[in-house]
């Protein structure tokens, strides 16, 4: 069973930034694609960025690119979402997730098999 476990959420003032991390139990992690999903209350929950084993692909969602990075560290099997520039729009509960067994596109939810539990983000304006 694997493990995703979120963490670096918080209160920010909007302009802000943060830096999420999600760390993995997992032995393989280096060897599929992760990425970062939030929900806001009442909304479904959407695509912000995905990345592949070697972080030779990356994917942002249009209303984070140019203000989000994300990045992996496979020897430390953790997946980070730098978050610059927060805007009121960006508070919600941030998830990471593993495509392991599934397959489809990064930017669809059902393509992923393993969650983490989340982390809330709240930009004040």
């Known amino acids: 069973q694997v493990q995703l476990v979120e963490s670096g959420g918080g209160l920010v003032q909007t302009g802000g930034s943060l830096r999420l991390s999600c760390a993995t139990s997992?032995?393989?992690?280096?060897?599929?694609?992760l990425g970062w999903f939030r929900q806001a209350p009442g909304q479904e929950r959407q695509f912000v960025a995905a990345?592949?084993?070697?972080?030779?692909?990356?994917y942002y969602g249009d209303s984070v690119k140019g203000r989000f990075t994300i990045s992996r560290d496979n020897a430390k099997n953790t997946v980070y979402l730098q978050m610059n520039s927060l805007k009121a729009e960006d508070t919600a509960v941030y998830y990471c997730?593993?495509?392991?067994?599934?397959?489809?596109?990064?930017?669809?939810?059902?393509?992923?098999?393993?969650w983490g539990q989340g982390t809330q983000v709240t930009v004040s304006s």
């Open positions: 997730a593993a495509q392991i067994h599934n397959s489809g596109s990064v930017y669809y939810v059902r393509s992923y098999d393993y």
């Open positions: 990345i592949n084993w070697d972080a030779d692909s990356i």
């Open positions: 997992s032995r393989t992690f280096s060897r599929y694609p």
